[in-house]
């Protein structure tokens, strides 16, 4: 079956600290994807990553950066000099290819609430 | 590009009315849509997988006929909760996306229902 944990229910951090989101998840599937999503306060789910599971190459998109460990199945998520505009609530999720990679299966989320 | 729109955003009706939601691709075409309920401080639930054309298919445990979806046009799915109830008050979000079937989710801004 599967399943994604984010340990973390809520983090506050200072403005320019550097914070990382912990993302482990489950899955019997071979070949599957994972998500980051971001939710601001305003509701709507903004789209930041997708990886698939044949590439476990590191990615950074300006402050932020996405470690992806198979071995270990985790894929971390790390916002570097936070802002307070990044105070969201941070969802994790995995689809695995044997459903068409349609079904999305989120993580609990993470609140990040960015002081300034 | 990818953008989800989402109406209305918030709604509040008496027990008993039945509430219509859109959810629209305005830049793509969306060969399958979905949609999401989410409790307050909670996840993201799928409720429904619509493809264009076909019926939709729902999770276990939302009832069919109580949440009807239409997914007439490759931009547009609805979801009627019909004679609602308290209990159905939630933040509802849709999401589409389009081929090939590895594309990611794109979410509109979701919708706040409360009944009274």
């Known amino acids: 079956a599967q399943k994604v944990t984010q340990a973390q229910t809520e983090i506050s951090v200072v403005e320019k600290e550097d914070v990382t989101l912990d993302c482990v998840y489950e899955?019997?599937?071979?070949?599957?994807?994972l998500f980051w999503y971001k939710q601001p306060p305003s509701g709507e789910l903004v789209f930041l990553i997708r990886r698939n599971s044949f590439d476990e190459q590191n990615e950074i998109s300006g402050r932020y950066s996405w470690n992806f460990q198979k071995s270990t199945s985790s894929f971390n998520f790390t916002i570097t000099a936070s802002q307070v505009v990044d105070s969201a609530v941070y969802f994790c999720a995995l689809s695995e290819f044997g459903t068409g990679a349609n079904n999305l299966f989120f993580g609990t989320g993470t609140r990040l609430t960015v002081i300034p | 590009g990818a953008v989800v729109s989402q109406h209305p955003s918030w709604v509040i009706c008496k027990s008993g009315t039945s509430v219509k939601i859109e959810c629209r691709s305005l830049?793509?075409?969306?060969?399958?849509m979905f949609w999401y309920r989410q409790f307050p401080k909670q996840s993201l639930m799928l409720m429904a997988t619509s493809n264009e054309g076909s019926k939709a298919t729902y999770e276990q445990g939302v009832e069919k006929d109580k949440f009807l979806i239409n997914h007439a046009s490759l931009t547009l799915s609805t979801l009627t909760v019909t004679s609602a109830h308290p209990e159905d008050s939630s933040f509802y979000i849709c999401?589409?996306?389009?081929?090939?079937?590895?594309?990611?989710?794109?979410f509109g801004d979701g919708t706040r229902l409360s009944i009274l």
């Open positions: 830049d793509f075409q969306a060969t399958t």
């Open positions: 899955t019997r599937d071979t070949t599957y994807y």
């Open positions: 999401s589409a996306k389009q081929r090939p079937s590895n594309q990611p989710q794109h």
